[in-house]
């Protein structure tokens, strides 16, 4: 190469080395095409090894089943003892959503229970949560089910038992959900308008009672999506508590399958469908395209002007709920973003994007 260097003039020197250049870049560009057709060519055997394993693993299943004379058994217990509770926050579009479980629960196979508490308690006694933990793990009869009402959070890995249910939630604008609260006290909404309520006939609106410094409209009534995921713990229920703001934070994340917003119900509802289809199948089409049976407004409510939001957002006790609000709706649109996807105005959901490789042992 050097006596080359010396015979050659220096421009064909250039040209050799620009040669050579492009002739590595050509052959490094065929190795990374030959590792790209390699690694497709596992993915491909690697699916096809599952699905070998997937097609054997149904295959001995049906044969047993035929054998003990259970063709028509669910082909997964754990899903058929699956047990979700819906412990939801008052006028968070609570009843709409669980309106669509009744919905779909004679369709899909599973039972709906409401969990009525006296006077609407969210607080369970001791021995209440030990009747509650026992019906909801032990009461074969009623699984899977569907549990829903007006509860605080409750950590059933406290009591003993084996299995813990899925728990699920939708949270909402704090002050716009104190409003919706203020105004169906007062006049009811539209899913059961003959039923007289609690606050029927006061007809100040709520601007009138922030003006006032009124008790419904006070500070202290936005506390109340910090408890609900809080929990049964004396802390959760002192107004303005910085604990019970953190311990919520953390049920959230990790005790909750997904927790929605009001705000962006649909997206919930598919979300929830593509995860939990034993229970959810079929929900956002009805959502979309149903008589809309499921949905419920509040009566006579009248958005409160920019003096009243104000003058809420000075409390700590927004700030705290606001805080606690935004964390969950930016939870909640981290998992959408790696859950679904908008295209000429549709949402979709994405694919499976995982898959299982490197089967060992070997399939004879």
């Known amino acids: 190469m050097g006596l080359l260097r010396i015979m050659m003039p220096p421009k064909f020197q250039l040209l050799a080395v620009m040669a050579f250049g492009v002739a590595m870049l050509f052959i490094e560009n065929q190795i990374q095409k030959l590792e790209e057709s390699r690694a497709k060519l596992e993915r491909t055997m690697a699916r096809h090894e599952v699905r070998e394993v997937e097609q054997r693993q149904t295959r ?9 004379g259970l063709r028509n058994s669910p082909a997964l217990p754990e899903i058929e003892d699956l047990i979700i509770i819906y412990n939801r926050v008052p006028k968070t579009a609570s009843t709409s959503f669980t309106n669509i479980a009744y919905d779909l629960c004679g369709k899909n196979r599973f039972h709906v229970l409401h969990i009525n508490t ?26 899977p089910g569907f549990y829903h009402g007006h509860v605080s959070y409750l950590d059933f890995t406290k009591f ?28 009811g909404d539209d899913y059961r308008p003959g039923l007289r309520r609690r606050k029927q006939g006061d007809k100040k609106t709520f601007d009138e009672c922030v003006s006032s410094g009124g008790s419904d409209c006070a500070p202290e009534k936005l506390w109340l999506q910090i408890p609900f995921f809080c929990g049964h713990y004396s802390e959760c229920w002192n107004v303005g508590s910085k604990w019970a703001l953190e311990q919520a934070k953390y049920n959230l994340v990790n005790e909750y ?9 649909e997206d919930f509802i598919m979300m ?3 995860a939990l289809p ?4 079929g929900a956002t089409e009805l959502y979309r395209t149903g008589k809309k049976s499921h949905l419920r407004k509040t009566s006579e409510k009248k958005p409160p002007t920019k003096e009243s939001i104000s003058k809420l957002q000075q409390s700590n006790i927004w700030k ?3 805080e606690f609000y935004e964390f969950a709706l930016e939870q909640f649109q981290f998992v959408r973003a790696h859950s679904v996807r908008e295209k000429d105005g549709e949402l979709y959901l994405l694919a499976q994007n995982f898959f299982y490789e490197k089967i060992y042992p070997k399939v004879n």
Do not use: H
């Open 60 to 68: 001995d299943g049906l044969q047993r089943r035929t054998r003990d």
């Open 160 to 187: 003993g038992v084996k299995g813990k249910p899925v728990y699920i939630n939708i949270v909402r604008d704090p002050i716009e959900r104190l409003v919706s609260y203020y105004y169906f006290l007062r006049f």
């Open 118 to 143: 006296t006077k609407n308690n969210p607080v369970m006694s001791l021995q209440d949560q030990m009747r509650f933990v026992r019906n909801v793990t032990s009461w074969r009869e009623m699984k």
């Open 272 to 274: 929830l469908e593509a």
């Open 278 to 281: 034993r229970f959810f199948r």
């Open 320 to 322: 705290m709920e606001n």
């Open 257 to 265: 399958l997904l927790v929605g917003v009001t705000e962006e119900l």
